[in-house]
């Protein structure tokens, strides 16, 4: 498992982007999401740990909860797409070519060899300006397998669009559950539903393959393509 000094500097930044997500959504400045078009660094091609399980069911139970308390007509995601990325791999394309797909599940296998057992802890609700979440503890596996895939792409960078995670490693392992979406207004109810749910506990995520998936925004879903799966 990671280590407690790890655990504790990610709850602090759980905690950093609460407040500030907090204070958004009671003041209405609250940041919806854009539908992306092609070259956008967001919404690419991932590599994902998918939920399952009793913990996908703890999670799924607070989707109608988090659905009544917002104002507006938020994106809240389906049960069948609640996940954690583990590196964002491309920015957003039309098309996903398929080389590209057999290019990244080949270092996805290459580079979880003898890598353990991947597992994540949930534990609260918690958010950010863009959209609420639940708060994902990883053990030391995740962020091994982060920093691999990380070095491993350095060399060559992208093979079509730059994505978020082109110069970076993820500092969290969260399940995304609401995305923002106009209009912007008032939105304390749900600050205050999100915030009575921030000692929730989920349970732990033992993954048993990791899927890499491609994501179709529009205003109302985000469904979620798995291209490939490599088991673990």
Do not use: N
């Not at 290459?110 to 863009?130: K, S």
């Not at 732990?204 to 994501?215: F, G, M």
């Amino acid at each position: 498992m990671a280590s407690d000094s790890s655990s504790h500097q990610l709850a602090a930044t759980y905690d950093r982007l609460w407040a500030q997500g907090d204070a958004a959504l009671r003041a209405g400045t609250h940041v919806p999401d854009a539908i992306p078009v092609h070259g956008d660094p967001r919404w690419g091609l991932s590599v994902v740990l998918r939920l399952d399980g009793p913990v996908a069911g703890r999670v799924v139970d607070e989707l109608p909860g988090l659905a009544a308390a917002g104002a507006a007509p938020h994106l809240v995601y389906a049960a069948a797409d609640l996940h954690c990325t583990i590196r964002s791999l491309e920015g957003y394309q039309d098309e996903v070519p398929p080389a590209q797909v057999d290019r990244y599940a080949e270092q996805l296998r290459r580079v979880t060899a003898g890598l353990g057992p991947i597992e994540v802890t949930f534990r609260g609700l918690g958010g950010a300006p863009g959209g609420i979440f639940v708060r994902g503890f990883p053990g030391a596996a995740l962020w091994t397998l982060r920093e691999r895939l990380h070095a491993d792409r350095l060399p060559h960078g992208p093979l079509g669009v730059p994505s978020v995670d082109t110069h970076r490693i993820r500092s969290t392992a969260h399940v995304s559950l609401v995305v923002f979406r106009p209009p912007v207004r008032d939105e304390t109810k749900l600050a205050e539903h999100v915030g009575a749910r921030a000692d929730q506990r989920f349970g732990t995520v033992q993954a048993t393959s990791l899927s890499l998936v491609r994501y179709t925004p529009t205003p109302t879903a985000v469904s979620m393509q798995e291209l490939a799966r490599v088991p673990l």
